[in-house]
């Protein structure tokens, strides 16, 4: 049997592993009917939330693969998102959001202005039933990414997969620390046998994650690592990295430190890719990227302002690039952002007007690791500036 074909086996017994677990959490949920609601439960609650963002973009000097320079670009933008979630007790609780942005496009809710005065589309952006339990909780739909991350460089949060997710949270003795392992399963791709209507499964993830907190004066940790398995990545507008497999190893430690005249933290993630590749593919051995963000200050109150750096270095093949973040680059489609095989730098500065009024600037700086394929002349590079007016409700 070839080395593919071990590895499909393997995904495969990750899948029913996967299964069963969050099924199990879900039937603990599950188990408690509604008949047993009493008087001490919370009645139903509907509550609703959104957040509108203003965005002016520019993007200079950014060089292509082949050798020639992209044309620089400015745009106005726009997003809009409105949600809602309903209590039916303390215990179970659904919910759902509709965002703006090419449908198509699952890093960016982002709509550009200037189409001859078009309508923008809206679209669902969650839509799930959740359950909480002692000190357990678990999900089914499609619902923000349920593992702990401290930036986008690996998971855009705007991507919502869609599945099953649960976890726990135990305090560790009388100490001031807790343990919150997190188990995920997602249905990223599905096809239909030219045969059947019956739809089969062709693509899937399944993450366990297990994070630490400590809480003391005067610094607050958070650690955690976690397993990422992607199985036949679809296919994407970079058909290098169509139905690829990946096994991700994803690490991070924060740092949140409370006292003196402003707060402050330090934070490094680490990520390596440990599925092996055939030597055919281009730039097949480079699978490591990790990152280092420094913050000072925050945005809580009026008058708060926050300064911010990060350094990222992602290598080809460390993640999936079509889901992270698609702040620092312009490589790729118009659906797809290319978020691999670079090195680069963020400032960031903002102030609050307000608990929910912000403005922000990020500035960004790129350049490609390795030539971009084997038919490239030069490695890639760019420059952008984004200035976002966020207001929450």
Partial sequence: MSGRAEVRRGSKGRRAVGLLLCTGLLAGVSARPIAAQTATDEPPKLKFYGDFRLRSESDWDSMQSDGTLRTDRDRLRVRLRVGFTYAYDAHINFGAR???????????????????????????????????????????????????????????DDVNPEG???????????????????????????????????????????????????????????????LYSFDDNPATTDTALADLDYDIYVGGIKAAFKKGPKPWSVGVDFMKNDHTYPSTLFNADQKTG????????????KKDWLVGYYYAHIEKFAL????????????????????????????????????????????????????ESATAVAKEDGKRARLDLNIAF
Wanted: aromatic letters at 14%; glycine letters at 10%; a neutral charge.
């Fill in 290 to 301: 990790y990152v280092l963000g420094l913050n000072l200050g925050a945005l809580k109150q």
């Fill in 98 to 156: 509709i965002r703006s942005g090419n449908p198509q496009d699952q890093q960016s809710p982002h709509q550009s202005l200037g189409d001859e005065f078009e309508s923008k589309p809206f679209n669902i952006d969650k839509a799930f039933l959740q359950g909480t339990w002692g000190k357990g909780w678990v999900w089914a739909g499609k619902n923000s990414f349920p593992f702990w991350t401290q930036n986008e460089l690996f998971w855009d």
């Fill in 164 to 226: 099953i997710a649960g976890g726990f949270s135990f305090p560790l003795g009388k100490s001031k620390q807790r343990l919150k392992p997190t188990l995920g399963y997602f249905i990223m791709d599905t096809s239909s046998p030219s045969t059947s209507n019956r739809y089969s499964e062709k693509s899937h993830m399944a993450a366990l994650q297990v994070a630490w907190e400590m809480t003391f004066q005067p610094v607050d940790l958070t650690a955690a690592a976690g």
């Fill in 320 to 371: 999936v690039a079509r889901l992270a973040q698609d702040d620092w680059l312009r490589w790729g489609s118009g659906t797809d952002t290319r978020s691999s095989n670079f090195e680069g730098h963020e400032l960031r500065l903002a102030y609050a007007f307000g608990p929910s009024w912000n403005i922000m600037l990020r500035v960004f700086k790129v350049e490609g690791i390795e030539l």
